[in-house]
């Protein structure tokens, strides 16, 4: 089911439109009138592909997760990603908590997802199963964003954090992608270092941005976040939180293997489950839903007291904030590129990061520097 090119573009005008109206409500009307925000009228969709994992890293809470494991039934995934298209879905990330190359047909959920006129389809991986040939299926899927999860090259912190995993192995994965792509004279996927400072070790950053801050096409240095309970990480660094409400309820449905849907991306249990995609269309899930609507009135009103999920986690957190911005501006300023960070969603680094000159000209040049559109799932 490939959409045609008025299809898009129609699909593309109305979801402007919609944004422009949306903004223009909550703007003009919900916040005169004190009404909770309306939410965007399409989410960024985060698929949950698989949530097996072939590591057992010590800042993620995917080890602890008690959930039952399994992969999502590829007619499941055709059915929601054919009707995400039909939506004018724009932004597809394809996992959530798991390593998504497990999944067999993890290439041709890419291809399906281009086909059906996703503009943004993007995985986050750990790199150790980029072999050759899964890296040139790649290449070849149509992936927009290939964010590869690689937070230093000091083998002893690496192999200590990320456990299961080999640096060398990890590396040679790496640059061997950056390689192929370069030789087909590519610019897509475009290739994004995911560095999470699990310590903050500006000489381990360093060493990245040496070997790759001319290889890659950008290098996105995450605050170490607390998801939740269960790793391994002590967080007593973390003061008391000064809530804060979190946005992702407004903007992300997150769909997990057995096709329950979240509007948080740290709800690892599913304890903000607004339905499934088998029982409700996902117009239903996402706007009709008075769990979803239940979720935002509380957060807009700072009462999340009783969403344990939502208490327990950073993206709540005004310290975590301000101290993640803060730290940002540290290490990337001991980069030389302290003035480029523009600040932080949910826990995603906005840096501005200069166009590579090939570069420039894959959407007519139309794209700003920094765009939330281009961030990470
Ligand atoms: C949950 S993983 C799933 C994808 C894949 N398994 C991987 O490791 O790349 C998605 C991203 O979250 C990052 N991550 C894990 N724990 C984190 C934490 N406590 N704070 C911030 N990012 C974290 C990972 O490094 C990875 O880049
Ligand atoms: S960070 Fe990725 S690879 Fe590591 S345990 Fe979490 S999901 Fe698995």
Request: proline share 4%.
């Amino acid at each position: 089911m490939t959409a045609s090119r008025p299809a898009r573009l129609w699909r593309r005008a109305r979801r402007g439109i919609n944004k422009r109206w949306t903004r223009l409500y909550n703007n003009q009307v919900a916040r005169r009138l004190g009404r909770v925000p309306k939410a965007t009228r399409v989410p960024r969709f985060f698929i949950e592909l698989t949530n097996h994992c072939n590591l057992r890293c010590n800042m993620c809470p995917r080890p602890s997760l008690r959930r039952e494991l399994g992969h999502m039934d590829w007619e499941l995934y055709c059915d929601i990603i054919d009707r995400i298209g039909r939506l004018g879905g724009w932004y597809v990330g394809l996992n959530r908590f798991g390593e998504s190359l497990l999944y067999p047909r993890f290439v041709d959920a890419v291809r399906r997802a281009k086909e059906v006129g996703v503009n943004q389809v993007v995985v986050v991986t750990n790199a150790t199963l980029l072999s050759e040939e899964r890296s040139s299926e790649i290449l070849d899927s149509g992936l927009d964003q290939l964010l590869i999860s690689l937070d230093t090259l000091d083998r002893a912190t690496y192999e200590a954090n990320r456990r299961g995993a080999k640096l060398d192995q990890v590396v040679a994965n790496v640059d061997r992608i950056i390689d192929m792509r370069r030789q087909r004279g590519a610019v897509r996927p475009r290739i994004i270092l995911n560095s999470v400072m699990v310590q903050e070790d500006i000489e381990q950053i360093r060493a990245l941005f040496d070997k790759y801050y001319d290889q890659v096409d950008k290098i996105s240095l995450k605050p170490c976040a607390r998801y939740g309970e269960g790793q391994d990480l002590p967080f007593e660094g973390v003061p008391r939180k000064r809530w804060r409400a979190c946005t992702q309820p407004w903007e992300r449905l997150n769909i997990f293997w057995n096709g329950d849907a979240t509007v948080c991306c740290g709800d690892l249990e599913g304890e903000l489950v607004v339905g499934n995609v088998r029982q409700a269309s996902m117009e239903q899930l996402w706007l009709g839903s008075r769990r979803a609507l239940e979720i935002r009135r509380l957060h807009h009103h700072h009462e999340f007291g009783t969403l344990p999920v939502c208490q327990r986690c950073d993206a709540t957190n005004a310290d975590f904030f301000e101290g993640a911005v803060e730290q940002l501006r540290r290490v990337y300023g001991a980069m030389g590129m302290g003035d480029q960070v523009v600040g932080l969603r949910d826990t995603t680094p906005l840096v501005k990061w200069p166009e590579r000159e090939s570069k420039v000209n894959r959407n007519e040049g139309r794209k700003p520097a920094v765009e939330a559109d281009d961030l990470e799932p």
